[in-house]
């Protein structure tokens, strides 16, 4: 796997893949394929990378970002007075356990627009900060840990229109076969077939 990353990397590092302009314009979405059972190591070496790409000979600054770490964020961000959504619904599990209606409202909160603007937002944010360094990418990874309550294809359906002026570089727990991606190695995931696969550029 380290000798995938230093590939990602020097792609990363070229001047005509840093053009947002290059690529699939209507879908610049790239997903970079792991095997799932290297996610631990998988998280330490796009921290790595992103660090990387800001020494000198990279000369990028990237967002890393975890979306299970977003979520967590945007159930704090909703609170009920002294509490938030994430304290109640803890406290609850605490009590009485993982319910099938905790369940249920997460898979909503994780799938409703609310969420996606949320994310969205902390993106452009990052973007829009002054920098002497260009920003390009922002490397996203976290789906195994939000599964099963959001799917990366149900997330980047809805996240289409905000991926303006960057690219996404998706990390995708799974496999790319027969021009299918499949998570986990056993899960289809439909609707996909737009975003470019990484591993294959390398």
């Given at each position: 796997?380290?000798?995938?990353?230093?590939?990602?990397?020097?792609?990363?590092?070229?001047?005509?893949?840093?053009?947002?302009?290059?690529?699939?314009?209507?879908?610049?979405?790239?997903?970079?394929?792991?095997?799932?059972?290297?996610?631990?190591?998988?998280?330490?070496?796009?921290?790595?990378?992103?660090?990387?790409?800001?020494?000198?000979?990279?000369?990028?600054?990237?967002?890393?970002?975890?979306?299970?770490?977003?979520?967590?964020?945007?159930?704090?961000?909703?609170?009920?007075?002294d509490e938030t959504l994430l304290?109640?619904?803890?406290?609850?599990?605490?009590?009485?356990?993982?319910?099938?209606?905790?369940?249920?409202?997460?898979?909503?909160?994780?799938?409703?627009?609310?969420?996606?603007?949320?994310?969205?937002?902390r993106i452009r944010t990052y973007?829009?900060?002054?920098?002497?360094?260009?920003?390009?990418?922002?490397?996203?990874?976290?789906?195994?840990?939000?599964?099963?309550?959001?799917?990366?294809?149900?997330?980047?359906?809805?996240?289409?229109?905000?991926?303006?002026?960057?690219?996404?570089?998706?990390?995708?727990?799974?496999?790319?076969?027969?021009?299918?991606?499949?998570?986990?190695?056993?899960?289809?995931?439909?609707?996909?077939?737009?975003?470019?696969?990484?591993?294959?550029?390398?």
């Open positions: 796997m380290t000798g995938q990353f230093d590939q990602l990397y020097h792609k990363l590092t070229e001047v005509t893949f840093q053009d947002p302009a290059t690529g699939n314009l209507f879908f610049p979405v790239y997903l970079f394929t792991y095997t799932p059972t290297e996610e631990y190591s998988v998280r330490e070496q796009i921290s790595a990378l992103g660090e990387r790409l800001l020494r000198p000979y990279g000369q990028n600054e990237v967002l890393v970002l975890n979306l299970f770490d977003a979520f967590l964020d945007y159930l704090r961000a909703d609170d009920y007075g304290d109640i619904l803890l406290d609850k599990e605490r009590q009485e356990g993982y319910l099938g209606d905790i369940d249920e409202l997460l898979r909503k909160k994780a799938g409703e627009e609310e969420f996606i603007s949320f994310v969205a937002h973007l829009n900060l002054p920098s002497q360094f260009p920003r390009v990418f922002v490397l996203l990874h976290g789906f195994g840990s939000l599964f099963p309550l959001l799917r990366v294809s149900t997330f980047l359906n809805k996240f289409e229109r905000h991926v303006v002026g960057f690219k996404l570089i998706v990390f995708y727990p799974g496999t790319y076969q027969h021009q299918r991606y499949v998570l986990f190695n056993q899960l289809h995931d439909e609707h996909l077939y737009r975003a470019i696969h990484l591993n294959a550029l390398l």
